[in-house]
């Protein structure tokens, strides 16, 4: 009896942990959320200050760009545009703080672009890493990147940010990787204009540490494996617009919380669950449990065309499909 009952406060104790961090991120998330809508209004009048500062002629000698950003701080936007150049970057940078590097060269005709937007300073990054996780209102009017890439050639992106906010819109840009890091930083990935991908996406990856990342209209990507690994941050995966074929989704949580939004049509989805006694999961209630921790949709098939299978594997925190039907 006594065993049980130590057992029994263990639990309560477990579920009162669980339950707080569950708050926290929720809480902290919208701050940030409301705070980067915000800074991206803000954003569009500092555009108008932006200067051009590198840029990749277009040359018959490659025709695909392997593109890496690294950003400490600031804002970083990229946007589809037709120019003659595959890449043209802008920005406003406050020089006292931040140190740009942008290299290039040619290897086995793929162009390797490297841009990197260092901070000089630990302190500068602990102060805005601060100011991030506490909501200051303060924002920098400087340090605004802005990332053209056209569709004339194969992309393959790997965008890793620090702190601040990331709007990246990649309608009809042709990209056959993309992988994500957004560190504390608040990031959007979308394809605004409904043109989705011109190639098939090897791998959608993404990685939210103590910040957050909102992918919208997943379809459009043309990628059959979505990764993403949350930590203490905040995910959101919309998968409401049904897609052509099927996709494999991998998805580890630690204390952080992922929301997956499904499809609005009935599609055949098969949901393979990993999950412990302090974490939370919420599935659709039209779902159905065919076995332990293995749900299924009601038109599901082990050899549709345009299955969608789930593996979650989820520790401390929040996971929850949200059906928008």
Wanted: charged share 20%; net charge positive.
């Amino acid at each position: 009896m006594q065993f049980r009952r130590k057992e029994l406060h263990f639990l309560l104790f477990s579920f009162n942990i669980r339950n707080s961090l569950c708050c926290i991120s929720l809480i902290a998330t919208m701050r940030r959320l409301v705070l980067l809508s915000f800074s991206l209004l803000a954003s569009f009048s500092s555009f108008s200050q932006l200067k051009k500062f590198y840029s990749v002629s277009n040359d018959s000698a490659f025709q695909k760009v392997d593109f890496c950003l690294s950003a400490t701080s600031g804002s970083c936007y990229i946007r589809p545009v037709k120019a003659a150049q595959p890449v043209n970057i802008y920005g406003n940078p406050d020089f006292e703080t931040i140190n740009p590097s942008f290299k290039t060269y040619i290897k086995n005709s793929v162009k390797h672009v490297n841009l990197d937007l260092e901070n000089y300073q630990s302190s500068t990054i602990s102060k805005s890493l601060t100011s991030s996780i506490f909501g200051d209102s303060k924002k920098d009017d400087k340090n605004y990147w802005k990332i053209l890439l056209t569709e004339d050639k194969v992309y393959s992106l790997q965008l890793a940010y620090g702190i601040g906010n990331a709007d990246v819109d990649l309608s009809g840009i042709p990209v056959e990787k993309l992988k994500i890091n957004t560190g504390s930083a608040d990031v959007i990935v979308d394809y605004a204009d409904g043109k989705g991908n011109l190639v098939a996406m090897d791998t959608f990856f993404v990685k939210v540490d103590l910040g957050s990342l909102i992918a919208n209209h997943i379809n459009l990507t043309n990628s059959k494996v979505i990764v993403a690994e949350v930590g203490f941050g905040t995910a959101v995966l919309d998968f409401s617009d049904k897609s052509q074929q099927s996709s494999k989704i991998r998805a580890s949580v630690g204390a952080g919380r992922l929301e997956m939004i499904m499809p609005k049509e009935n599609v055949p989805v098969i949901i393979y669950l990993h999950n412990s006694p302090l974490c939370s999961v919420k599935m659709p209630a039209e779902f159905t449990q065919i076995r332990k921790n293995v749900y299924t949709s009601s038109s599901y098939h082990p050899d549709a065309l345009d299955l969608m299978e789930f593996n979650i594997d989820v520790a401390l925190g929040n996971v929850e499909f949200v059906s928008k039907k």
